[in-house]
């Protein structure tokens, strides 16, 4: 989830999917989640399996000045961002509430400009290959940024926004990865070091992401 309060044009170019080719939102039968939606989807689904999707990766790229930091001290969140493959989940969406469900993900993921939405391949189960809607982080977006590691673990420590603690983001995806058997490098790095800094207690949130 974004919440960058300034649009950018996405960039036409493009690894492994393809861009709208019309007004209007993507129509797909499944959803490939790589953070919050994880572990909290937010929409019905009648199929969840691991899978893989090359020619990204995930990464803590977009700046969060509002859900998970503020303007003064913003927060980081995960975009799928060029380059490598990242396992995540893969979503078959209910077909009866398939429209609602696309909806409201753009109206989570979309705000500001700082994903593009695309249709990429997954790979589930091994070998077989789906066609899911991904939200992948916007290169040309002011909120994109390409910080060290030192510097993401200083923020995902100490920044706090709307929907709570950025450090509880991080950890409950990377939790969430792992309890499903998945190794992420950039979380399975980050998450050790998050548990060994002291922080305040975490307040109960119901968060998107």
């Known amino acids: 989830m974004s919440d960058f309060a300034r649009p950018a044009s996405p ?20 959803v490939f989640a790589y953070g919050s939606l994880i ?9 969840a399996a691991l899978a893989r999707v090359n020619g990204y990766h995930r990464f803590f790229c977009i700046q969060s000045m509002s859900y998970r930091g503020t303007p003064e001290q913003p927060g980081v969140v995960l975009g799928l961002d060029r380059g490598g493959s990242c396992i995540g989940m893969a979503f078959r969406l209910k077909s009866g509430s398939r429209r609602d469900a696309i909806d409201s993900l753009y109206e989570r993921e979309m705000g500001g400009g700082v994903y593009v939405p695309r249709i990429v391949t997954v790979t589930v189960q091994g070998n077989r290959r ?15 940024a390409r910080l060290s590691e030192d510097e993401i673990l200083r923020r995902l420590s100490s920044c706090h926004g709307q929907r709570g603690p950025n450090r509880e983001y991080a950890l409950r995806t990377w939790q969430s990865l792992s309890e499903r058997g998945v190794h992420c490098p950039h979380l399975s790095r980050l998450g050790p070091l998050l548990l060994t800094h002291e922080h305040a207690p975490a307040r109960p949130s119901m968060a998107l992401g």
Do not use: V
Request: net charge negative; with cysteine.
């Open 11 to 30: 960039s036409d170019s493009d690894p492994n999917g393809r861009s709208p080719q019309r007004e209007g939102r993507i129509e797909a039968d499944w």
């Open 39 to 47: 572990w909290n989807p937010g929409f019905e689904f009648s199929e």
């Open 130 to 144: 789906e066609q899911a809607l991904a939200f992948i982080a916007n290169q040309c977006s002011p909120a994109y």
